[in-house]
């Protein structure tokens, strides 16, 4: 076992090599001043408390998730997995500050779809890693200014200026730290997907303009679940939705002529939404 000091230090050399690459995130060619500017803030926030940081990465990661991460890596090596497990822990971070997103959608939406794949019959290590790739979705919200963020009391501002800009940069976000990483697989690859493609409508009518089985497996099914949260919550312009107004909603996501979900993906949905609500009280947003 590794003795304390010995960890403390493996921590702080990985803390090290995590601060480099959030830094360079900074140099993506997409971002425009602005947006530059709030990513290169966040980043700052996210790693001038290195203490506080690493103890939180600790208590997230316990030996047990930290067992089940291990075997979906393509690495044996522990340094890359450590270095793995703290790259995927500082996107989730960077994705809350500044309240960019709360924790509670993002484990919400996390246990949502690993019951979603489990109802499909999905293998349990498929399960596992859908469940951590999708605590990224939204790291693209990074570079979003909080008063855009706010404006989500308007639909058609919320969806014109956020959705499109924080699935691209969000995408570009982790396949610069996937590149870094030497990662082509596993959870991280798996969340590059989800963070691109989430808001893709199965008809073609997303963001992307991408249909059918051209969206991503993993990211058709979070689709389902990152709207059934969305309605549960409570929203300036609307009230929260109970679960069966909820599960109505996203039943009519595919009528009258609209097909905004894959259609072979809904009947697992209705065979385990009664999971959903269960899981819904779970994490609460703070």
């Known amino acids: 076992m590794m003795q304390e000091g010995q960890a403390n230090r493996q921590a702080r050399d990985t803390f090290a090599r995590l601060a480099e690459t959030l830094e360079a995130l900074g140099d993506l060619e997409l971002l425009d001043a602005g947006q530059r500017h709030v990513l290169e803030r966040r980043v700052a926030k996210l790693l001038e408390e290195r203490d506080r940081f690493l103890l939180d990465f600790r208590a997230a990661w316990t030996p047990a998730a930290v067992d089940d991460y291990r075997a979906l890596a393509g690495s044996g090596d522990e340094a890359a997995l450590h270095d793995e497990l703290m790259h995927l822990f500082a996107l989730v971070e960077l994705t809350l500050v500044d309240g960019a ?53 308007r639909v058609d501002s919320y969806e014109s200026q956020l959705i499109d800009l924080h699935t691209r940069v969000g995408a570009a976000l982790v396949e610069t730290v996937c590149d870094r990483l030497g990662v082509d697989g596993g959870p991280l690859a798996l969340g590059r997907d989800i963070v691109r493609c989430h808001h893709e409508r199965y008809d073609g009518l997303g963001p992307l303009g991408l249909a059918g089985e051209a969206i991503p497996y993993a990211a058709r099914l979070f689709a389902i679940v990152d709207v059934y949260d969305t309605l549960r919550r409570q929203r300036t312009h609307r009230a929260a939705l109970d679960h069966a107004a909820a599960v109505v909603a996203v039943r009519a996501g595919n009528r009258d002529g609209r097909v905004q979900f894959d259609p072979d993906l809904l009947p697992a949905f209705l065979a385990c939404e009664a999971d959903f609500d269960r899981l819904f009280d779970v994490a609460a947003d703070a």
Not at 125 to 153: K, N, Y
């Open 101 to 153: 997103e709360s924790r509670g959608h993002l484990e919400r939406t996390a246990a949502f779809v690993r019951t979603l794949a489990a109802a499909r019959d999905e293998p349990t290590e498929f399960c596992t890693a859908i469940g951590f790739a999708a605590l990224i979705h939204d790291v693209g919200l990074v570079v979003v200014p909080e008063e855009l963020v706010q404006s989500r009391a």
